[in-house]
């Protein structure tokens, strides 16, 4: 596509339900990337996949977030048994390879209740 | 670990003067780039600096890079209120981490009448 597409683009849950979101990169870009950027945390690095592959997944805060991408294409994060302080916007940026600077999507805002 | 550290964080001028925004980093790195965010969108690229010394400019803006002193600089020329937005520093890393881009905090800029 065009750019880098993210959805949806709000989500309010409760509590412990589980959440997923989808990122749809620039078609051909290699490297895919998950941040997510907190009132007064800026931007938190979460993970990194070249191809389908995630040689870092360092910045999940623990161990109820996962991510995955499958095709070299299409990125899902989950998260599960969502608490209140995973609330935040999630962003997710592709590149054409890890020397190129990002394309971000517009975000998933996320809010647990 | 890299560390980046913006300042101001907040920003308020008045049309038509100028002012720096500051992007200090803590070790070394040869590529900066600046993002400009608008309000409950993305984030989008405004400069890439490639090496010691880089300079570029785009309208009022204008972006310079000094490797030795870890400092990027982003001057505003005779600001317009177009110009509000938060921009945001990020500096790539280098070695075996060098997919990622560890960001500043964010400026929020406020550009009034």
């Known amino acids: 596509g065009a750019g880098v597409s993210q959805s949806p683009s709000n989500k309010v849950t409760e509590k412990g339900k589980d959440v997923e979101l989808r990122c749809d990169p620039i078609?051909?870009?290699?490297?895919l990337y998950w941040y997510r950027q907190s009132l007064g945390q800026g931007l938190e690095f979460l993970i990194y996949?070249?191809?389908?592959?995630?040689?870092?997944k360092s910045g999940l805060p623990s161990d109820r977030f996962s991510a995955e991408r499958t095709g070299g294409s299409v990125s899902t994060l989950t998260i599960q048994r969502t608490q209140q302080e995973d609330s935040a916007v999630y962003l997710c940026?592709?590149?054409?390879?890890?020397?190129?600077?990002?394309?971000f999507g517009s975000g998933t805002r996320l809010t647990v209740v | 670990e890299l560390k980046v550290e913006q300042n101001p964080l907040f920003l308020s001028m008045q049309e038509g003067k100028n002012y720096t925004i500051y992007c200090n980093y803590s070790?070394?790195?040869?590529?900066l780039y600046w993002y400009r965010q608008d309000p409950g969108k993305s984030l989008e690229s405004l400069f890439v600096?490639?090496?010691?010394?880089a300079v570029k400019q785009e309208g009022r803006l204008m972006a310079s890079l000094d490797t030795k002193a870890r400092l990027s600089t982003l001057h505003i020329t005779a600001a317009v209120h177009d110009l509000s937005a938060t921009y945001f520093c990020?500096?790539?890393?280098?070695?075996?981490?060098?997919?990622?881009?560890?960001f500043g905090k964010g400026t929020l800029l406020t550009v009034n009448p």
């Open positions: 078609s051909g870009h290699t490297a």
């Open positions: 990020a500096v790539q890393s280098r070695g075996g981490s060098n997919y990622k881009l560890t």
């Open positions: 940026a592709s590149s054409p390879d890890k020397n190129y600077g990002y394309t």
């Open positions: 600096l490639l090496s010691n010394g």
């Open positions: 070790t070394t790195s040869d590529r």
């Open positions: 996949f070249q191809g389908n592959s995630a040689p870092d």
